[in-house]
């Protein structure tokens, strides 16, 4: 973990990089802003449903969600929502109800963890529902059917690479820039990769993430000791 850097400030605090994809930026900005800092947002990644058409639950027992989008993608295409709900993460949870599923329970943050959870909590009739992306982040189902838990998965919607320089200020006047998941840090990797930030601080979610911004020139990597928002945040 690098040593604390020195913010840059602005008018509004020392800046802050969201990288994530919306919907989950703009609350992570939020997040930002009540701790004083100014945040930035810039997706590296934007995400975009796929596939048509209403979604057959028949023979699903449970449904399970790692991100707000998967929650969106397919509320989008089924009325359904007296199934049972497992979520990785707070904010995962907040967007299944605010979608209108009633039985929702929430992990803390990470995939196997999630596993576990649904493996001792889950009905024993039918098999999990795991909405997911393209190219999701863990194997929750590998994870389940190991345990012993019939599932399968679903991609419902698909991340693609975005590019912050749009929308992005000067890179010397951000301070730190906020790292959710391995696919981020890739792309992260690749647009600093001829751009030196000595100055900017990478704040990973987790060593899986914080893995592929190894070598880059900046202020340093630190990674957050729980895999959540808040525990994120707390290394601002």
């Known amino acids: 973990m690098a040593a604390t850097a020195s913010f840059c400030m602005t008018d509004a605090g020392p800046s802050v990089w969201i990288t994530r994809a919306r919907p ?13 800092f100014a945040p930035v947002v810039a997706p590296l990644l934007e995400a975009r449903p796929v596939g048509e058409g209403p979604v057959d639950l028949a023979g699903i027992g449970a449904l399970a969600f790692t991100s707000a989008r998967g929650v969106e993608a397919l509320a989008g295409r089924s009325p359904v929502r007296d199934l049972p709900v497992f979520t990785v993460g707070p904010a995962t949870a907040r967007a299944a109800r605010e979608a209108g599923f009633a ?5 803390n943050g990470d995939v196997e963890a999630l596993a576990d959870l649904i493996a001792d909590r889950a009905p024993r009739t039918g098999a999990i529902l795991h909405a997911a992306a393209v190219q999701p982040a863990g194997d929750l ?9 019939p599932a399968r998965a679903l991609a419902v919607y698909e991340t693609v690479l975005a590019d912050p320089s749009v929308i992005l200020p000067d890179l010397p006047q951000l ?3 906020l790292v959710h998941s391995p696919r981020a840090a890739r792309a992260l990797a690749a647009f600093l990769a001829d751009r030196p930030t000595p100055r ?37």
């Open 200 to 236: 900017l601080r990478l704040l990973a979610l987790s060593p899986a993430v914080a893995q592929p911004l190894a070598g880059l020139k900046c202020d340093g990597i630190a990674v957050a000791p729980f895999p959540n928002d808040a525990s994120l945040l707390n290394l601002l």
């Open 175 to 177: 301070a730190a820039a």
């Open 141 to 149: 189902v590998g994870d389940l059917v190991r345990r012993g838990v």
């Open 24 to 36: 989950g930026a703009e609350e992570t900005a939020a997040r930002v802003a009540a701790r004083g």
């Open 103 to 107: 039985r929702v329970v929430s992990g």
